[in-house]
Structure formats: C-alpha cells, structure tokens
Antibody, heavy 117, light 110 residues
Framework: EVQLVESGGGLVQPGGSLRLSCAAS????????MHWVRQAPGKGLEWVAN????????YYVDSVKGRFTISRDNAKNSLYLQMNSLRAEDTAVYYC??????????WGQGTLVTVSS | QSVLTQPPSVSAAPGQKITISCSGS????????VFWYQQLPGTAPKLLIY???KRPSGIPDRFSGSKSGTSATLGITGLQTGDEADYYC???????????FGGGTKLTVL
C-alpha cells in the first residue's frame, strides 16, 4: 500500500524555522519526482517545491525562494522541507506528494504549520 | 490571484452533468499537460485526470478531461452527492518553472 506520512509541523514564531519530513513506503521512491504543496486555512492549493528522482533538479515557487530548501534521502525513502525565516503567510497544511501530474499522483494527509507569535 | 482561472463554484442536481473550465496561457496549458484533483472535505486531494484526459486506475469514466489551446475542461456525468468537493486544475508553467494551480471550484450537488 502506498503511504506518504508527513511530520514536523507545529507552532513556530515569525522568523523561526521548522523541518518537515515525509516518510514514503509501498512504492519505489527513487523513481518519482516528489513535491511539497501547501494549503492555507480555507484557501486553495499552492505548489511549494519539487525535486527530481536523483535530486539533480529542484524548483521553488517564488515566495519561498531563499527561505525553504527541499531535499530527499533515497536510502531512507524520505523527503524533507527545511523552512527558515517563516512568516505568518506560510501558515498552512503542508502536503507531501509524488508524481503530482502523472499517473501515480498521490498525496499524504498533510501536516499543519502555524506561524504566529 | 491564481495563474490558472477556474469558476469559484458550480452546482447541479443528482444525475446531471457539469463541466468545470480551467483557463491558462501559452506557457502552461498551451504547452504542457493538465491534471485535475478532487478534494473531498477534510481530506487530501486525489488525482482524477492526468495528461489532459487520462484517468488513473479506479477513477470511474463518469470523470473526463479535455484540452483545447490554452483551456482545459473537467466533465462529470451522472452526478452523485458524494461528488461534492473542491476541484483543482494544475499544470507545469514553462516560464515560471513551477507547478501552477487554479483557484479551485466548489461543486455542490443539490
């Protein structure tokens, strides 16, 4: 069974940092592009970043460039999102997703990040 | 302001059919493949359509996708109350080098 399990969310003050993790199982992790997508409370979906199978290509949405870093550890079947200099507008549920626009598109259940003082 | 434009809401009676439009530009829908997700209340999005018109295994043929130029359309026939959800279109944007989504369309089955 395909599973993507996010962790690491929580409450953080503006300017603070968090590291999200996504544990993948039930499929060959090394064969998929992986993505982070977020959804602010009551709002639509916003793509955050993605990373190629071997980590050789990485892309970010403009609003997080220079603050967030996506990475993966294929030996541990894990995806990460290091988030620094967090702002109130980063408050959202963060989803880990594989193959966003392909036949294997699948999302985890998400982890909530709240940026507030 | 989303890069892809969807109507905020659509409604129809059970058994009817609806379409949801998704309008983009030459840098996204006009040159890349479109996908569609369904998000039921309180759950993670689920893939409905990829590569403009292909359905993953397990998605009923009541759901269909099409693309023409810089616009795409999701169609749902034989509406059921269980189809009440938010629907999102998405595509890769070659100019932004980013995945872009529509703002979402809330489907109400009356």
């Amino acid at each position: 069974e395909v599973q993507l399990v996010e962790s690491g969310g929580g409450l953080v003050q503006p300017g603070g940092s968090l590291r999200l993790s996504c544990a993948a199982s039930g499929f060959m992790f090394t064969t998929y592009w992986m993505h982070w997508v977020r959804q602010a409370p009551g709002k639509g979906l916003e793509w955050v970043a993605n990373i190629k199978q071997d980590g050789s290509e990485i892309y970010y949405v403009d609003s997080v460039k220079g603050r967030f870093t996506i990475s993966r550890d294929n030996a541990k079947n894990s995806l990460y999102l290091q988030m620094n200099s967090l702002r109130a507008e980063d408050t959202a549920v963060y989803y880990c997703a594989r193959a966003l626009g392909g036949p294997g598109g699948y999302w985890g259940q998400g982890t909530l990040v709240t940026v507030s003082s | 302001q989303s890069v892809l434009t969807q109507p905020p809401s659509v409604s129809a009676a059970p058994g009817q059919k609806i379409t949801i439009s998704c309008s983009g530009s030459s840098s996204n829908i006009g040159s890349t493949s479109v996908f569609w997700y369904q998000q039921l209340p309180g759950t993670a999005p689920k893939l409905l359509i990829y590569d403009n018109n292909k359905r993953p295994s397990g998605i009923p043929d009541r759901f269909s996708g099409s693309k023409s130029g810089t616009s795409a359309t999701l169609g749902i026939t034989g509406l059921q109350t269980g189809d009440e959800a938010d629907y999102y279109c998405g595509a890769w944007d070659n100019s932004l080098t980013a995945v872009v989504f529509g703002g979402g369309t809330k489907l109400t089955v009356l």
